[in-house]
T-cell receptor, first 112, second 117 residues
Framework: GQQVMQIPQYQHVQEGEDFTTYCNSS?????IQWYKQRPGGHPVFLIQ?????EVKKQKRLTFQFGEAKKNSSLHITATQTTDVGTYFC????????????FGGGTRVLVKP | NAGVMQNPRHLVRRRGQEARLRCSPM?????VYWYRQLPEEGLKFMVY????????ESGMPKERFSAEFPKEGPSILRIQQVVRGDSAAYFC???????????????FGAGTRLSVL
């Protein structure tokens, strides 16, 4: 069935290094969103991408929406301990009545 | 503008008791979503409601679970005769402002951590 998948499931990063996490949908999405959940916390909306090929930056975070609008990536530069948490992507899937469907998340652990 | 409010933050129940989880959406929001999350796992959709209507309950277990969003007051997720497997974090999210694209953005409450003894 239609779904949203994220890789990797876990990302261990040395403080100061860069990394990228990926989100893939089985179908074209009208938009894609990213959320961050700190350990013990709740998901917090980060950003929404709407246009094909769109790139948005938030400080050290760079979000990209693929040309085919089926995938997205989040790149973090110079990782800090404050980046620890789980990053979820989410998109509205037609098979799910266009309600937001979340990926399984990438759990980011930072080694000082 | 107050955010999404959930209470209680922590709830302890013995097997067989009922659990009632409350969610007040952001002011002006008319769409409410409930999710369940087990430790180290993702968000599992349970139910989507608008005022007085259940829009999508495809993620709700067929038995013991029910949800409502009355005309007045918060949305309620009710779990009857709880079992240990119901122990999880339950998050509520709301949406509803602006353009259709903007309305798709969900704002989450702090969650209710349910522990069943």
């Amino acid at each position: 069935g239609q779904q949203v998948m994220q890789i990797p499931q876990y990302q261990h990063v040395q403080e100061g290094e860069d990394f990228t996490t990926y989100c893939n949908s089985s179908t074209t999405l009208s938009n894609i969103q990213w959320y961050k959940q700190r350990p013990g916390g709740h998901p917090v909306f980060l950003i929404q991408l709407v246009k094909s090929g769109e790139v948005k930056k938030q400080k050290r975070l760079t979000f990209q929406f693929g040309e085919a609008k089926k995938n997205s990536s989040l790149h973090i530069t110079a990782t800090q301990t404050t980046d620890v948490g789980t990053y979820f992507c989410a998109g509205p899937l037609k098979a799910a009545g266009n309600k937001l469907t979340f990926g399984g998340g990438t759990r980011v652990l930072v080694k000082p | 503008n107050a955010g999404v409010m959930q209470n209680p933050r922590h709830l302890v129940r013995r097997r067989g008791q009922e659990a009632r989880l409350r969610c007040s959406p952001m002011k002006g929001h008319s769409h409410v979503y409930w999710y369940r999350q087990l430790p180290e796992e993702g968000l599992k959709f349970m139910v989507y409601l608008q005022k007085e209507n259940i829009i999508d309950e495809s993620g709700m277990p067929k038995e013991r679970f029910s949800a409502e969003f009355p005309k007045e007051g918060p949305s309620i997720l009710r779990i009857q005769q709880v079992v240990r497997g119901d122990s999880a974090a339950y998050f509520c999210a709301s949406s509803g402002y602006g353009t259709e694209i903007a309305k798709n953005i969900q704002y989450f409450g702090a969650g209710t951590r349910l522990s069943v003894l």
